[in-house]
């Protein structure tokens, strides 16, 4: 049950209930989608990039809680940064959640983003977690791709 | 479930049948596991582990190739599960069931081989909205390659096949075949096949009816039925992954060109010209997988030793009792509501989404599939990205059933 917690903590719960950065930006510079075929969540991520940094971004789509929140939670930690800076945090969120990182959570790094930190107790929820980062890292560098999580190598 | 005594159901001692289950007696997450997810796979009675281990132990040997007597053996136990396989399904002879790697394999194999041989540009395949994934791919692939194409008939809003749309399919001028599922597994929903069967065949059309879901609920006569090809897989009906049967009748068997080549699938092999063996060895090119035949054939003496009457009877409980209890639950929505259904309540819970349920249920001890189930046209076709699927096999128990709606009592505490 505490592990169940650690996975639905309020906040996750909250950015489910209340998803930040929820909708389409009307002319996005970059975009792409996402699906996980296995349990039918859909994301679609539009952004707007300037000088090399996120200066907008938003996701729709539908998901469970974990994808979701995970998403919501992406949008909020990404805007305004670079690129570069993006793709580290990508690394770090992945390390975390796969639970390559250990259990040791650089919360200085990762800011809210550490309250994923649960999903590497469930093996089964990696992807949700992690499908809205595939999909930011399809739109900033494969412009316009669709994944798909099982089309990559985790 | 351990501790309290198992409430029995007439014809069905259910708890020396739950006793035969080694793995329903572990905990998961510290509770009693409640397995509800036999139309994703059943669990293995001891007889059908041993059976394997046995062979395995003190049989082994290649099959119809050597003279020594464990390979004579070996090719007396695979034929017999050859036979109990015939029986079990009422077919005429033994040569008409052919052994593949399941249900997906029996259904290739006749698309490969028949549909190859027989489709033309333009022709038709008759499939349903209701069909499981691997019944759409195998015809989509051989429609790629001989330039026919697919036609799914519709089904109802609660989740039957539209008979009208059926009849209309077959009205057509191009229709060659008919491929649908016998007990849908996304839904329950069991289809009258008897008279798809008879339709089809009205306008002189053959039809294949994939029955992975409904072997291991239902008394199936293929004779009776009357359906030119029946699939289904060894391990939705108590018996081992990777192995299955497709019955096929034997004159439409005889006149089918083989799929795949190999060794004991041909007669004689010259670099000119190779003959091909009888049916149904044309169709298994390659050692089999002969211990997953053997454990087949054991699972299917040992679900015999059931009135599978009674056990329709059992399952159709608990069927009625979950959806009672879902239907008297605020915010869930059963999808699904075919009359005659077996083995299978499909539901979604107002906000939360299947895949969270999933996980919570699991932390309850409760295992239930969560997702597409293979069959994307059906969430399509009900508005839903995925549903919680709770499924039942001849262990299950109503206070599994209650266990169940306890666990769905958590999700509601967590997501309000």
Redesign the interface.
């Given at each position: 049950?505490s592990?169940?917690r650690d996975?639905?903590q309020e906040v996750i719960?909250d950015h489910n209930k209340r998803p930040r950065n929820f909708g389409r930006l009307e002319h996005p510079t970059h975009q792409a989608n996402g699906h996980n075929?296995?349990?039918?969540?859909?994301l679609t991520l539009t952004l707007r990039l300037e000088d090399g940094r996120i200066a907008d971004i938003r996701f729709d789509g539908?998901?469970?809680?974990?994808s979701?929140a995970s998403a919501s939670l992406m949008t909020d930690a990404v805007k305004g940064r670079s690129i570069e800076e993006a793709d580290r945090l990508f690394a770090d969120v992945h390390a975390m959640v796969t639970g390559e990182a250990g259990h040791e959570v650089d919360v200085d790094r990762l800011g809210k983003l550490a309250v994923l930190s649960g999903v590497a107790e469930?093996p089964?929820?990696v992807k949700?977690a992690s499908l809205a980062w595939h999909t930011l890292e399809a739109a900033l560098h494969h412009a316009g791709a669709e994944v798909s999580t099982e089309s990559e190598t985790q | 479930m351990d501790s309290a005594p198992i409430a029995s159901t007439p014809g069905l001692d259910l708890a020396a049948i739950r006793a035969e289950f080694p793995i329903l007696a572990q905990q998961i997450h510290g509770r009693p596991l409640v397995y509800l997810d036999s139309a994703n796979t059943t669990q293995k009675p001891q007889a059908v582990i041993d059976a394997e281990s046995a062979y395995y132990a003190t049989i082994n040997a290649n099959i119809h190739r050597s003279t020594h007597l464990l390979s004579e053996r070996a090719t007396q136990a695979y034929e017999g599960a050859r036979r109990r396989v015939q029986r079990l399904i009422h077919a005429r002879e033994s040569r008409e069931v052919v052994f593949t790697r399941g249900c997906t394999e029996a259904i290739n194999l006749v698309a490969q081989s028949w549909g190859r041989a027989n489709l033309r540009p333009g022709d038709e395949v008759v499939l349903t909205w209701m069909e499981h994934h691997s019944n759409i791919v195998p015809w989509q692939l051989v429609c790629e390659q001989t330039g026919a194409r697919v036609r799914a008939v519709r089904i109802t809003d609660r989740g039957e096949l539209d008979l009208d749309d059926f009849r209309d399919a077959l009205a057509g001028p191009s229709v060659k075949f008919v491929s649908l599922i016998h007990v849908s597994n996304a839904l329950g929903t069991v289809n009258p096949v008897e008279e798809l069967v008879r339709l089809a065949h009205e306008r002189g059309v053959p039809i294949l009816v994939d029955g992975a879901q409904a072997v291991p609920h239902l008394a199936v006569d293929v004779q009776a039925l009357d359906c030119d090809f029946y699939a289904f897989s060894a391990h939705k009906l108590y018996g081992p992954t990777g192995i299955g049967a497709l019955y096929g009748k034997a004159a439409l068997l005889e006149q089918m060109p083989p799929w795949q080549g190999g060794g004991d699938m041909i007669a004689s092999v010259t670099f000119e010209r190779t003959t091909y063996n009888e049916v149904p060895y044309k169709f298994e090119a390659g050692t089999p997988n002969i211990a997953g035949v053997v454990g087949f054939g054991a699972a299917v003496e040992w679900l015999q030793r059931f009135d599978m009457a009674a056990l329709a009877r059992h399952e159709r409980s608990l069927v009625e009792a979950l959806t009672a209890r879902l239907d008297a639950m605020d915010g869930i929505r059963i999808i699904g509501r075919a009359p005659h259904k077996a083995g299978v309540v499909s539901f979604v819970v107002e906000g939360?989404?299947?895949?969270?349920v999933g996980?919570?249920l699991d932390?309850e001890g409760v295992a239930v599939r969560?997702?597409?189930h293979c069959a994307?046209p059906v969430?399509d076709r009900y508005g839903v990205?995925?549903t919680v699927r709770a499924s039942f096999g001849i262990y299950n128990t109503t206070d599994e059933v209650e266990a169940l709606v306890a666990a769905l009592g958590r999700v509601r505490e967590?997501?309000?």
């Amino acid at each position: 049950m505490s592990e169940l917690r650690d996975l639905y903590q309020e906040v996750i719960l909250d950015h489910n209930k209340r998803p930040r950065n929820f909708g389409r930006l009307e002319h996005p510079t970059h975009q792409a989608n996402g699906h996980n075929p296995l349990c039918g969540d859909r994301l679609t991520l539009t952004l707007r990039l300037e000088d090399g940094r996120i200066a907008d971004i938003r996701f729709d789509g539908s998901g469970c809680a974990i994808s979701k929140a995970s998403a919501s939670l992406m949008t909020d930690a990404v805007k305004g940064r670079s690129i570069e800076e993006a793709d580290r945090l990508f690394a770090d969120v992945h390390a975390m959640v796969t639970g390559e990182a250990g259990h040791e959570v650089d919360v200085d790094r990762l800011g809210k983003l550490a309250v994923l930190s649960g999903v590497a107790e469930f093996p089964a929820r990696v992807k949700c977690a992690s499908l809205a980062w595939h999909t930011l890292e399809a739109a900033l560098h494969h412009a316009g791709a669709e994944v798909s999580t099982e089309s990559e190598t985790q | 479930m351990d501790s309290a005594p198992i409430a029995s159901t007439p014809g069905l001692d259910l708890a020396a049948i739950r006793a035969e289950f080694p793995i329903l007696a572990q905990q998961i997450h510290g509770r009693p596991l409640v397995y509800l997810d036999s139309a994703n796979t059943t669990q293995k009675p001891q007889a059908v582990i041993d059976a394997e281990s046995a062979y395995y132990a003190t049989i082994n040997a290649n099959i119809h190739r050597s003279t020594h007597l464990l390979s004579e053996r070996a090719t007396q136990a695979y034929e017999g599960a050859r036979r109990r396989v015939q029986r079990l399904i009422h077919a005429r002879e033994s040569r008409e069931v052919v052994f593949t790697r399941g249900c997906t394999e029996a259904i290739n194999l006749v698309a490969q081989s028949w549909g190859r041989a027989n489709l033309r540009p333009g022709d038709e395949v008759v499939l349903t909205w209701m069909e499981h994934h691997s019944n759409i791919v195998p015809w989509q692939l051989v429609c790629e390659q001989t330039g026919a194409r697919v036609r799914a008939v519709r089904i109802t809003d609660r989740g039957e096949l539209d008979l009208d749309d059926f009849r209309d399919a077959l009205a057509g001028p191009s229709v060659k075949f008919v491929s649908l599922i016998h007990v849908s597994n996304a839904l329950g929903t069991v289809n009258p096949v008897e008279e798809l069967v008879r339709l089809a065949h009205e306008r002189g059309v053959p039809i294949l009816v994939d029955g992975a879901q409904a072997v291991p609920h239902l008394a199936v006569d293929v004779q009776a039925l009357d359906c030119d090809f029946y699939a289904f897989s060894a391990h939705k009906l108590y018996g081992p992954t990777g192995i299955g049967a497709l019955y096929g009748k034997a004159a439409l068997l005889e006149q089918m060109p083989p799929w795949q080549g190999g060794g004991d699938m041909i007669a004689s092999v010259t670099f000119e010209r190779t003959t091909y063996n009888e049916v149904p060895y044309k169709f298994e090119a390659g050692t089999p997988n002969i211990a997953g035949v053997v454990g087949f054939g054991a699972a299917v003496e040992w679900l015999q030793r059931f009135d599978m009457a009674a056990l329709a009877r059992h399952e159709r409980s608990l069927v009625e009792a979950l959806t009672a209890r879902l239907d008297a639950m605020d915010g869930i929505r059963i999808i699904g509501r075919a009359p005659h259904k077996a083995g299978v309540v499909s539901f979604v819970v107002e906000g939360v989404h299947p895949h969270d349920v999933g996980t919570i249920l699991d932390s309850e001890g409760v295992a239930v599939r969560t997702g597409q189930h293979c069959a994307q046209p059906v969430m399509d076709r009900y508005g839903v990205p995925a549903t919680v699927r709770a499924s039942f096999g001849i262990y299950n128990t109503t206070d599994e059933v209650e266990a169940l709606v306890a666990a769905l009592g958590r999700v509601r505490e967590l997501f309000g």
